[in-house]
């Protein structure tokens, strides 16, 4: 079963909005959360990753929102431009299991002009 | 500096035939990954080595297997090739355990 679930499967913003994607998680000893952007015919680019010890983290446009309590992570893309145009992975390893990115289903971006 | 390279981009095969796939690392990294990103099924976990031992194993049967030789490259071998093998086999590489990976652009395995 998936252990990371990502939502929403695809997501169409305006250029300039704000694209949000949200992932959950049940396994509490997750300890690394990173985000991913794939563009068609490549492999993912690591974009971003937060610990669990930090509720926020901002890299440029894109910032992490963490809440550990609801377990639950999303990715924020502010002005999103049309190059942001990708597919986005959350994904989450545990210290136990190191190596294996879990990751969610993937989130098709869509910045029209 | 170079990124993770995998080779060949494209491969053709058919039912029951064997695949080897192969991966190197970023300079300086001596952890590699294998991934498999099929259609419908999201990117899943193959593999992991880190300095020539297999650390850690997905849910994938026996006939996926691998290697990593001194140089820290790496090669993915899938045996006895099924339709549903049909997918992208991405690779990854991190300085050492626990630091974040990053991808190849993978290798594209179907099977006719």
């Known amino acids: 079963q998936q252990q990371v679930k990502q939502s929403p499967q695809s997501l169409i913003v305006q250029k300039g909005g704000i694209s949000i994607i949200n992932c959950a998680y049940e396994?509490?000893?997750?300890?690394?959360f990173p985000w991913y952007q794939q563009f068609p015919g490549k492999g993912p680019a690591l974009l971003i990753a937060?610990?669990?010890?930090?509720s926020e983290k901002k890299e440029g446009r894109f910032t992490i929102s963490f809440n550990k309590s609801a377990k639950q992570f999303s990715l924020h893309i502010m002005d999103s431009q049309p190059g942001d145009s990708a597919t986005y992975f959350c994904a989450a390893m545990t210290t136990d299991s190191w190596g294996k990115l879990q990751f969610g289903a993937g989130t098709q971006v869509v910045v029209t002009p | 500096e170079a990124g993770v390279t995998q080779s060949p981009t494209h491969l053709i095969k058919t039912r029951g035939q064997q695949a080897t796939l192969r991966c190197s690392p970023i300079s300086g990294h001596t952890s590699v990954y294998w991934y498999q990103q099929a259609l419908g099924l999201g990117l899943q976990f193959l593999l992991w080595y880190d300095e020539g031992e297999e650390r850690n194993r997905g849910n994938f049967p026996p006939r996926f297997s691998g290697r990593q030789f001194p140089n820290y490259s790496s090669e993915l071998n899938v045996n006895a090739l099924e339709l549903e093998d049909s997918a992208l086999y991405l690779c990854?590489?991190?300085?050492?355990?626990?630091?974040?990976?990053?991808f190849g652009d993978g290798t594209r395995l179907s099977i006719l």
């Open positions: 396994n509490t000893a997750f300890d690394y």
């Open positions: 990854a590489s991190s300085a050492w355990t626990a630091q974040p990976q990053h």
């Open positions: 937060i610990r669990p010890d930090v």
